[in-house]
């Protein structure tokens, strides 16, 4: 209640009072049909204004409003909040809201607006049900012509088939896409992504913010054109060492990144697929050649993937914990003194036609010596996978570098890179002016902005 309210409800009783005026109370009823007078009922006394119904009247018009304990904005703390619900579930608006609805069934609260909107939300179901039997039905009749009594044979076929395929697909989500209880399911994390709804809700969250920041990350590390000439991520992949989320891009300690990360991947598209992980660093200086070569340091393949699993640890791959064959082990990223950053880069690649790659092979290609020159582009084009997801980190020197290289028996860790100094090609002039002027030793202070500096 505001302060202008407070000062002026008694001036309102006195007036009200000395006029002999009764005030009316509006009553609304719920009903689950609208009606055709929606004005409220007002019911009115003709008392007198010292009468008992007066008195009564006036009191709960009058008295401070209080907040009721069903009601959706309780004046918590936050530390409340927290100690009941957790700020996963959403605002402190809709906490609050849970918090004190009680045992009531989502479907059932008594609101008018809410309820009535389900009616027609559950028609327009209906129509888009009965849509979907439509097509599936075409799509039978379909499967079972004969593709020579098509004009395009085969070929048209399949694209027609391929094309209903889709529209029921879209009709899957049109259907639940404004359910209320599929909304809240799904911001409580709570979705099925074995169904089309969910998997299209959760896409169109992840590129309204986290995609804009992986292609951002993409282009402002010149990931491409350096490791592959073209790249659009089609997966949502997330990276945590030791527990805790990491960003896109992140200077991480060297002790945070010794052990292998886990990996929270989530694909939008319905069907299992096999799925390599490769983590490269780009970014390995080459002293002989003055440039920099590439370093594998972590490889796996043959790991099974659906939209229904999102949570990876890499370093359960190849045990009974994790399927997948692990063909090069991780090994923890590291920079020398003096060097730049390194670009750890995380590619998850989808194997074609859910084929198995072989682990020996891949061993004896990568591992060991293998590891170094190892390049995505190659691998995409040895063995025929496609990059669907990314993710990257970056490393520099700290003072925790040289024992995790000592403990993981890294050589190299005494070595310090220093740029070398460029000396000027240009012959030297006579001074001039200003300069002229001022080489006596009395100017001794200044030389150091006459001297010519490479």
């Known amino acids: ?27 609304r009823h719920f009903a689950s049909t609208s009606r055709q007078n929606d004005d409220a009922t007002t019911i009115s006394s003709t008392t007198q204004p010292g009468s008992q119904a007066s008195k009564s009247a006036h009191a709960a018009l009058l008295s401070p409003k209080t907040v009721a304990t069903g009601s959706p904005v309780p004046t918590w703390t936050e530390e409340q909040l927290t100690s009941l619900l957790s700020p996963e ?58 593709p020579s009594t098509m004009r395009g044979g085969e070929p048209y076929k399949q694209k027609r088939l391929e094309s209903l395929r889709k529209h029921v697909e879209e009709l899957k989500v049109l259907a639940d896409i404004n359910d209320p209880s599929v909304k809240r ?29 992986i292609v951002q990350r993409i282009n402002q590390f010149n990931i491409v054109p350096d490791i592959l000439p ?74 099974p993937w659906d939209p229904t699993k999102n949570q990876l640890a890499l370093r359960h791959i190849g045990s009974e914990v994790a399927e997948g064959s692990l063909a090069v082990p991780w090994l923890p990223p590291f920079a020398q003194l003096g060097a730049p950053y390194h670009r750890l880069t995380v590619f998850v690649m989808e194997q074609a036609d859910g084929k198995l790659l072989d682990a020996e092979k891949l ?59 460029v000396m000027t090609l240009k012959t030297p002039r006579k001074a001039k002016g200003w300069e002229a002027k001022r080489q006596k030793p009395k100017f001794r202070s200044l030389w150091k902005y006459t001297k010519r500096i490479a």
């Open 230 to 303: 073209k790249f659009e991520p089609t997966m949502d992949v997330k990276l945590s060492f030791r527990g805790y989320p990491t960003p896109p891009g992140a200077v991480l300690d060297s002790r945070m990144t010794e052990v292998a990360p886990a990996l929270r991947m989530q694909v939008f598209d319905k069907g299992e697929r096999l799925l390599s992980i490769a983590i490269m660093d780009p970014d390995v200086p080459d002293v002989e050649s003055d440039g920099f070569k590439r370093r594998c340091h972590f490889l796996a393949a043959n790991i």
């Open 89 to 146: 579930h959403g605002s402190r608006r809709r906490r609050a809201a849970l918090a004190t609805s009680g045992n009531i069934p989502f479907e059932q609260l008594p609101y008018q607006c809410f309820q009535e909107a389900r009616k027609i939300l559950s028609l327009d179901r209906e129509e888009k049900v009965a849509q979907i039997a439509a097509e599936t039905a075409k799509i039978k009749r379909l499967e079972a012509a004969d």
């Open 1 to 27: 209640m505001s302060r202008c309210q407070q000062v002026g409800r008694p001036i309102l009783q006195s007036l009200r009072q000395a006029t002999g005026q009764t005030p009316s109370i509006a009553v």
């Open 185 to 213: 399911r799904f911001e409580d994390g709570m979705g099925d992504m074995s169904k089309p709804v969910y998997r299209f809700l959760a896409n169109r969250k992840w590129r309204a913010m986290d995609h804009k920041i």
């Open 363 to 421: 061993k004896e290609l990568y591992n060991g010596e293998g590891r170094e020159n190892f390049g995505i582009k190659s691998f995409r084009d040895k063995f025929g996978v496609t990059p669907v997801g990314f993710n990257m980190f970056r490393t520099v020197w700290d003072e925790n570098t040289a024992g995790v290289m000592e403990r993981h028996g890294i050589p190299g860790a005494d070595i310090e890179f220093r740029r070398t100094r």
